[in-house]
């Protein structure tokens, strides 16, 4: 039996297919979010991928940002329980979710059956979030996906003391200016981040296992300097960007079951 659940996200769409709870047969993400063409193309792609039509489909779930705006699922649920979902299916220990996307940032507890207990967010700022790697990477004229790279051959880290996004723009510009090497850049943007994020996780408590969930997982940069600030180690999977999409497939299985 096939399900499908789907990841409405505030930048990306995503989509995977499990057969029967487990196996995961085609996913696919769509740098496109709410209110785009991504939500329909990413469904069309994971169809294409999985060689398989809607009507092999028995019960979809949505999630994400935006759930309620997308008419073509059996029923919405929210992203908290979804990735509480995705991540225990992975990673059945971790009791801490840091889950960081587009515009927010969740920090997720899970007791020791993985249920969730408390979690908080931060969707009113957008330092500590992927937009602050978007803008700092647009600044620095880097993709996206290179700035894990760029990170690593850091020699010395520059601190980024602007807490505000705007105004670390303008920091970021000057620091330009001012000759420092674009890979303590990058490090030190990641850093903003982590400690932006960690900030957060400290206020509701870290239990272990600690792991990343949200696009800004796959990159080390952040990864690394979280696993600092916070002193434990980050539980990873390189589908990390896919476990909304991945709980919500699986809870469109246990709704049929
Ligand atoms: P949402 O669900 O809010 O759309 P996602 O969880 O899909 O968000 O994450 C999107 C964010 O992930 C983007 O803002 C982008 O900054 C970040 N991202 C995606 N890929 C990478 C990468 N390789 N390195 C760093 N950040 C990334």
New binding site residues.
């Given amino acids: 039996m096939y399900t499908l659940g789907i990841?409405i996200?505030?930048?990306?769409s995503?989509c995977i297919i499990l057969k029967d709870g487990k196996n995961i047969i085609a996913s696919s993400?769509v740098v496109a979010?709410t209110g785009t063409s991504g939500p329909k193309k990413v469904k069309e792609e994971v169809l294409k991928n999985a060689d398989l039509t809607e009507e092999d489909i028995k019960y979809t779930v949505v999630t994400?940002?935006g759930r309620s705006t997308y008419g073509d699922a059996d029923i919405e649920l929210s992203e908290l329980s979804c990735h509480a979902l995705g991540v225990q299916h992975v990673f059945p220990d971790v009791r801490t979710i840091i889950?960081?996307?587009?515009?927010?940032a969740k920090v997720l507890s899970l007791n020791e059956k993985g249920r969730m207990v408390n979690f908080l967010m931060n969707d009113k700022c957008a330092a500590g979030?992927?937009?602050f790697?978007?803008v700092m990477a647009g600044i620095l004229q880097l993709d996206?996906?290179d700035?894990?790279v760029k990170a690593a051959e850091a020699k010395n880290t520059i601190k980024i003391s602007s807490t505000c996004t705007v105004f670390a723009e303008s920091e970021v510009i000057s620091q330009l200016a001012s000759g420092v090497e674009i890979p303590d850049l990058v490090a030190g943007i990641c850093s903003s981040v982590a400690s932006r994020v960690a900030s957060l996780a400290k206020r509701i408590g870290i239990k272990e296992k600690v792991c990343m969930s949200?696009?800004?997982a796959?990159?080390g940069g952040?990864r690394n300097a979280l696993s600092k600030e916070l002193g434990v180690e980050i539980f990873y999977s390189p589908s990390a960007?896919l476990m909304?999409a991945l709980g919500a497939a699986i809870a469109a299985y246990n709704k049929v079951n």
């Fill in positions: 990841d996200g505030s930048t990306t995503k993400i979010g994400g940002y889950d960081i996307g587009g515009q927010d979030t992927g937009r790697l978007d996206i996906n700035l894990e949200g696009g800004v796959r990159n952040v960007q909304g």
